[in-house]
């Protein structure tokens, strides 16, 4: 079996040889090659075609960023971002960077006593990681020039919530799916995003910038009626379910090893709303959401799926649609506009 190949791309020469050192540890990984700026990384690349690449955000002569969005757009490799999670701008690049079509992140180690706690999350995300089959990913798409203005729609005639759930590549696809819904569209949008929580703490703010939205972070016993119009994601950490009319927050057990879990939020929202109810799985790894899809089915509301061609990772879609829960399979591009057509016809 031939070992994975990883690039790690840091500036820090300290970090980078902890980074290597860790890698190179496990039989099943070998160090492709190191690099210490964006450009660098680029052109190692291309050069030895690596596995997997380990990418820091913050780097001289081309940042992480720029490098994770020219990597995705002409030769696409499986990225995991290593940075840091206690520096706003670095939190926002790292969305970013999700949002170009890196498939994951972890937090940079702090330069202190060896953690093996953190040299395991790393080895495990590395293989992971390499796993995934990316697909060319041009960033502009995403940016202000892929925001297409659509015209404002009439506010649903009864009580409504969507739901919507993602894991891997869940970033940009949770980015994508709200600037495809209508401006005027008024009910709720609660979202349940797999992040660790180290990076959970500005998702709200992030999401807000790129797409123009209200986005709160989801409040314990908030009222869904002050959510009219708005988004709120589930803090990291915590569940997020609906019961009277409000949100609340959650610590029980994690369900699929995810707290939050998609499907405690979907299960709840189909008790709930029942037929008033929207329930969107997106992009993900594993099953989380598909039992959630499904019950929100039974309960006569709205399920779509996001199809393979348009996915990260179709796993927690495929899972929801070989039990039947999704009424569509829709590409990502596609999700908003339908939301938009379902609420906006009175009476339904």
Known sequence: MK??????????????????????????????????????????CRECRPDVVTMDMMLPTMSGLAATEYIMAHCPTPILVVSS??????????????AAGAVDAIDKPN???????????????????????????????????????????????????????????GPGAVVELLRGIPPGFAAPILIVLHLGEAFGAAIADWLADQTGRR????????????LRGCVAVAPAGWHLIVRRGRTWLSGEAERHSCRPSVDVLFETVAREFGPAAAAVLLTGMGRDGAAGLLAVRRAGGMTIAQDEASCVVYGMPRAAVELDAARAVLPLAEIGPALGRRFAEPGR
């Open 3 to 44: 070992p994975i190949r990883a690039l790690v791309v840091e500036d820090s020469p300290t970090v980078r040889r902890r980074i290597c050192a860790v890698l190179a540890a496990d039989p099943e990984i070998e160090i492709a090659g190191e690099a210490a700026d964006g450009a660098r990384a680029i052109a190692l």
């Open 85 to 98: 999670s206690d520096h706003r701008g670095e939190l926002f690049k790292t969305y970013d960077a999700l």
């Open 111 to 169: 330069g202190g006593p060896l953690d093996a706690g953190w040299e395991a999350r790393l080895v495990e995300r590395v293989k992971l990681v390499s796993r995934i089959r990316v697909i060319t990913h041009p960033r502009g798409r995403l940016g202000a020039l892929g925001r297409a203005e659509a015209a404002p729609r009439t506010a649903p005639a009864t009580p409504a919530l969507v739901a919507v759930g993602a894991s891997t590549g």
């Open 215 to 226: 986005v709160v972070a989801a409040a314990d016993g908030g009222s869904l009626a002050a």
